[in-house]
Every structure is written in structure tokens, then in C-alpha cells.
């Protein structure tokens, strides 16, 4: 299979705040990587387009590069430069023009794009229209997390973008990245009824999710893990968390995210109780979550995620500004019994002690969650570009319905 042949990819997301964007794009390229030669017969090279600057623990799968865009960071006043010193309008149209010139070149096969179908300050858009004029075959993909935001919040999002059979020119399919038995965002109307058509679920981007994660060292002794994702917004967790009390026999290792700033993270540190070591980051996160007695997490999606993929309790205590999207999750997967929830205004050091010292105990079954999510996805990926249907259809063992997603959703569909 030579590189003339492959299928051509482009994964793009804006990353303005936390690594959620980038983790899951880069998962997504992984196994389209290693699992799309298989049932098309091509290999695979591409683009993972980013607004961070990767550092060396984002690997990239073979025949892919990245694609690195000036960032953006979220103000009170909205998006605005994260380091460059120019103004917004100046940043869009940097932006739009290195995607612009990046599309028309590589004339990718598929293009994946993570939440906002425009990107942000809809820098795609003109660039997706050149896309469909040069390369009328291009495939494009809108992906998204299960959970959107409130039903409120997410149909106003939609009226911003604008004409709506512009969007259904642009977008041949959305794959929601979740279990609709779980949550399902076409009966919660956050997506609009002009895509429902479009709408493909995969299952949670689960099982496989280590596969792409350096290993590393473990404690000697059992312990608790507290992780915050990125950090960029989990000072109160984190802070309360490290003032718990483990259990006997226990570590607590708090892991902040690499964004928590310097300030916050000293507090963090200086909070912590006896027993506790807090570190910026762990390598092999998700070798980690398995590995751990119990977990304390926010909600989003990546860190759910891994915890889907082990049998390790977990409670989960969400986020619930500026966005619902993590009190959502956290709610939908408490009702299956995939983890536990605690609200914020709930959160105190003793209720952590309380459950960690129950917790530890026990172990929790989550096999009736879809999370097959990552080895879906290239199967949707062949059919999408047109590739022989029996070949794509076997569906490995991994790939048997679970029982809470076996009923069919009213006229949406599964591979």
C-alpha cells in the first residue's frame, strides 16, 4: 500500500481551553491508522490540525503530521489570541488561510471536524466550500460529544451558524461520539432536526484508548487518583481533593492537568493532606485510572472516557459553568450506574473521605455502555468513502451491540 494510494485525512478541532479537542482527535487518527487499511485495502496518511503546541506525549500515528495553527484562547469578551500579538481579525484570517491552502493541497479523502462544524470565528467555512468546488469527493464529517450543552444553550448555538441547508451541503454525515441509550442528543433536540438524517452514533470512545497511552511506574502501595483533565478549571476539585483524608492502606495521588497556573497549583500542593503527592501530570493517565482502587474526576468527555474503558469506581463531580455538558454526562451515566455524581455544591473534603473509604472496596461492570466508539469509527469511515459494504460489515466481537444500545434509535442508525 503506497503512499500515492493512501486515504487521505484531516482531523481538525480549535483547541482554545483544555486538551479534550486534541486527545480525542488524536485517538480518532490512531485507530483510523491502524484498522482503515484493513477494510478498504489503503493505507492511511493525514493532518491532525491543532491550536496547542503538541509536546511529546502526543504521539502520532505513522504516515500523519501535525498541523498547528496560531492559538486562540477564550476572554471575558469571547475568543481572542491566545500569544500572537495581533488582533482577532487578524488571527481569523491567519487561520483561515493556512486551512484554506491546507485543504486545497493535500485534497484529503475526509475531513473530521471535533464539536464546531465552522471552527471558531467560522474560519472553515470558506475553506470547506473551496474544499467541495477542487475536490467534489472529500467526505466531511462533523464529530461530537454526546452530550452538547442544554437543550436551550445548543439550539441557540445551531441559529448562530446560520442557513441550515448550508450546513447539509457541507456535512455528509455527524458521528456522535456516545451511547444513545446513555444520552441520546436527537431526542434532547440538540441536534436540529436538518441533520438528524446525518446522525451515525459509534459508541463511546472507550475500549482502545490505552492502546495509545505510555505505560508508567505505579505506586508500590494501593492508592486513590484525583485527575482534573487539562487543570484549566478544576482548582476547586483539586484543592478539596488533596485535603481528603485516604484510606488506610492508601495513597492519594492528585494530578493536576499541565494548565492549572503556577499560583493554583502551589495552593494545591500546600492543601495537601498526609499520604497525598500532587504532580502537573502522570504519564499513562489511562494506565493509571485501571490501576487505581477509586478515582475522583470532573466530567468531561476524555477523562469519562478512560474511566468507561476500567472497572475502577469512579466519582464524578462536574463542571457546571459556563456549560451544563459535564452535569449532563455525569447525570446520564449515574442513572446506568457507570459512575457516581456529587455536585459541586456538595463538594467538601469529608464526603471525598467518606466515599473513597467505601469505594475502595468494591468494583464496578460497565460492559452494558457502548464504548466501542474508536473501533466504529473506521468502519463508518470505509462506507462513508465508499468502500464494498460486506467488506465493511463484519463487526468483530468487540463490536457486539451491548444491551443498552440494542434497540435502534427511530430512524438513526449504527454500523
Not at 112 to 141: N, S
Not at 235 to 254: D, S
Not at 385 to 395: F, I, K, T, V
Request: aromatic share 4%; with cysteine; glycine share 10%.
Amino acid at each position: 500500500m503506497g503512499h500515492d494510494d493512501a486515504i487521505r485525512v484531516v482531523l481538525y478541532s480549535h483547541d482554545s481551553q483544555g486538551l479534550g479537542h486534541l486527545r480525542r482527535n488524536l485517538a480518532l487518527a490512531h485507530h483510523l491508522a491502524d484498522h482503515l487499511p484493513a477494510v478498504t485495502g489503503r493505507g492511511v496518511s493525514g493532518l491532525v490540525v491543532t491550536g496547542l503546541t503538541p509536546d511529546h506525549g502526543f504521539r502520532l500515528p505513522s504516515g500523519f503530521d501535525w498541523l498547528t495553527l496560531p492559538g486562540v484562547a477564550k476572554t471575558d469578551l469571547g475568543y481572542g489570541p491566545r500569544s500572537l500579538g495581533v488582533d482577532t481579525d487578524s488571527l481569523r484570517t491567519v487561520r483561515s488561510h493556512v486551512l484554506d491552502a491546507a485543504l486545497l493541497a493535500l485534497g484529503p479523502d475526509l475531513v473530521v471536524i471535533d464539536r464546531h462544524p465552522y471552527g471558531v470565528w467560522h474560519e472553515l467555512r470558506t475553506p470547506l466550500h473551496h474544499l467541495r468546488l477542487a475536490h467534489p469527493g472529500a467526505r466531511v464529517v462533523l464529530g461530537l460529544r454526546e452530550v452538547l450543552d442544554s437543550p436551550d444553550a445548543a439550539a441557540a448555538e445551531w441559529v448562530r451558524l446560520g442557513d441550515p441547508g448550508e450546513m447539509r451541503r457541507l456535512v455528509d454525515q455527524v458521528w456522535v461520539y456516545g451511547d444513545p441509550a446513555v444520552h441520546d442528543p436527537v431526542a434532547t433536540a440538540e441536534i436540529p432536526p436538518g441533520m438528524h438524517d446525518r446522525v451515525r452514533y459509534t459508541g463511546y470512545l472507550a475500549r482502545g484508548r490505552r492502546l495509545l497511552d505510555h505505560s508508567a511506574h505505579e505506586p508500590s502501595s494501593p492508592f486513590i487518583l484525583t485527575t482534573a483533565g487539562g487543570g484549566s478549571d478544576g482548582h476547586a476539585l483539586l484543592r478539596t481533593a488533596a485535603r481528603m483524608t485516604p484510606p488506610a492502606g492508601h495513597e492519594h495521588i492528585v494530578v493536576t492537568g499541565p494548565q492549572l497556573d503556577r499560583s493554583a497549583f502551589e495552593a494545591v500542593r500546600e492543601a495537601a493532606a498526609p499520604r497525598t503527592r500532587v504532580h502537573r501530570s502522570w504519564p499513562g493517565l489511562s494506565h493509571q485510572i485501571a490501576a487505581a482502587s477509586a478515582v475522583i474526576s470532573m466530567g468531561g468527555y476524555n477523562t469519562v472516557c478512560e474511566i468507561l474503558d476500567t472497572s475502577t469506581p469512579a466519582l464524578v463531580v462536574p463542571r457546571e459553568r459556563p456549560r451544563l455538558e459535564q452535569l449532563i454526562r455525569a447525570r446520564a451515566l449515574s442513572d446506568v450506574g457507570a459512575v457516581e455524581l456529587l455536585r459541586l455544591g456538595d463538594l467538601d473534603s469529608a464526603a471525598l473521605s467518606r466515599w473513597s473509604h467505601g469505594a475502595v472496596r468494591r468494583r464496578v461492570e460497565r460492559h452494558r455502555v457502548d464504548g466501542t466508539g474508536l473501533q466504529t469509527v473506521p468502519l463508518l469511515a470505509a462506507r462513508l468513502l465508499g468502500h464494498d459494504e460486506e467488506r465493511c460489515a463484519p463487526r468483530p466481537p468487540a463490536l457486539t451491540p451491548h444491551p443498552l444500545s440494542s434497540s435502534p434509535a427511530s430512524g438513526r442508525t449504527r454500523p
